[in-house]
């Protein structure tokens, strides 16, 4: 077997233009990860699934994008990289339109998590092979300056799918206005803190409320459920709203026969109205089906691009290997997987179960209805299910039951991992990762720098999403589109750019501290927009903004690291793949622990607690290795 060679780029090789395919490159990897681990938390939503299992679930499909560290042998040592992203992208863009289509279905939670899973495994190998290509196709100069470029084209594919596809299921899901008459009195406005009179309104569902079509809330307030994309009226006044879960009753048209000032008019119910039939938006199930449908179109012919810009660089070939060397890989990679799932089940199922200890402790009440108070979050309640199929176990047998079982697994892997890897060359990748100086200040910096925002970015959407009485700002599809796919974009760009150019002028040791207060300071601005007083609309895009300038603006300097951290060593790829995994398992960990505190604390308390997950990140930076190496690295925009 043969090392892997080394990513400098020799003079003799050919010369390759980057913007001919990195920019594409890292914009197609942002798709199937932000779908997955975002976009997801949001059409789950639309389908009625609660905050706790969107969150928790959608984490855990995560997961293959932090065995990315164990994945990456498998990349190394099989075939070309190039064979690989092509590969791997074809896949992908089946998975997407399969999403899209098994929506439909009945148990599409259940079935859309499996599909998802698979395209996150197929899209952890080709991100895997695509860092690598990027690593061998260019010289450590043009690396450097590319980081800015790639890390804005990643945003870019990001909000793509969190504001542009947002955007268009909201504009196919928004509620008409619906004309209604009273026969008795008027009804009564409210708009810009003013109250007016009227005969007749055309009501619309917007902002969690049921509003007219000009902007004036009816009074008194008719509070709407979440995802609502269709209203009527009955003749007696009742307001009725439909959503992906039925049909219900949501609140009474009032109306003022009084002929004073409306702030004195008493209201009375509105006996008789007249109203045309029942309006209705798109059904957000097939709104879903359409978009994802056309990512997934769009993705497909990024990859027929992709199959004739990528370059063909010398250094991206097959690894010279003994006969069967890679089914003995393919072996081991599945061992080490099967080592890193079950280590982490295992811990999970170890924290639940403690967690319910100290429930039954120290609270030990049952909760009523979706509502959580105390400790009632931490209890393991209701039947245990596997991806939402019935177990006939308790929530707490099954616990146990997955605990003894990733003990067993562990076992297994452990004992076959002795046996298959050790003295091979996917041990050396990964112990020379491990050995090297300063590994568990690194370690801790790859874990929690991200750690606080990573939970924002989970929740946020939800946040603004969930209906005003369950803390939300019930915040329309095409108004969070608006918000995350304008503000957002422009937050991005700017601050990736920004963050590669302060890098660029002062080095990564001296700008690292500005670029971590950046990323994380913003969060205070979720605190103020949660603390019960609905923010102005104008104020959610400046929030958005600003989080997302101080998330690329801090995110430039963590690239670059990660770039360093991984060309210390031979093995290129394997220890960036490394790297990015245990990022990955960052997020995936974050996802879960964002649920489980906002399903017990509300919306304000689990953005103050960000702020506190905030510092261990930040005190990594006390301890991490920046040696005279790394200030060849620089992060320069061309």
Known sequence: MTTEPAAQQSPESPKFNPWLFVPLLYFMQAIPVTIVQEVATVFYKDLGIANEPITRWTSLISLPWSMQLLLGPLVDLNSTKRKWILGGQFLIAIGLAATAFALAVPYAFEITLVILATTAITSALCNIATDGFYIISMSKDLQAKFVGIQSTCYRLGRLFCTGILLLFVGLMTRVPSLPVTTQTGSFVLKKDGALSLSKEVHLTAKDGCITDQGG?????????????????????????????????????????????????????????????????????????????????????????????????????????????????????????????????????????????????????????????????????????????????????????????VCAIVIAVALNLTKRLIRGTQMADAMISYVRQDGFPAILGFILFYRFGEAMVSKMSPLFLKDAIDKGGLAIANDQLGLIKGVAGVIGIVVGGLAGGYVVSKLGLRRAFWPLAFAMHVPNLLYVWASAGVRPPMWSLYVIDFVDQFGYGFGFAGYMVYLMWVAQRGHFKTTHYAIGTGMGALCIAVAGIVSGIVQSNFGYHKFFISVIFMTIPGMLMLLFIPLDETHKKIKATVE
């Open 216 to 404: 004036g809330v009816l009074q008194p307030e008719i509070k709407t459920p979440n995802g609502v994309y269709g209203i009527s009226v009955t003749t007696d006044g009742k307001v009725m709203t439909k959503t992906v879960t039925g049909d219900q009753e949501t609140g009474q048209l009032m109306v003022t026969t009084s002929q004073g000032s409306p702030s004195e008019m008493p209201a009375v119910t509105a006996a008789s109205v007249s109203a045309q039939e029942g309006v209705q938006g798109m059904n957000p199930v097939l709104a879903w089906t359409i978009v994802l449908a056309a990512a997934a179109g769009i993705y497909l012919l990024g990859h027929l691009a992709n199959r004739v810009t990528l370059p063909r660089p010398a250094e991206d070939e097959s690894a010279v290997q003994e006969p069967g060397e890679s089914r003995r890989n393919l072996h081991r990679t599945f061992v080490l997987i099967a080592l890193g799932m079950g280590g982490y089940f295992f811990l999970n199922s170890i924290v639940r179960l403690t967690a319910h200890a100290i429930w039954s402790f120290k609270d030990g009440t049952i909760p009523t209805g979706d509502k959580m108070e105390g400790l009632q979050g931490w209890m393991l309640r209701g039947e245990g299910k596997f991806v939402g199929f019935e177990t006939g176990l308790t929530a707490f047998q099954a616990e146990l039951v997955q605990l003894v």
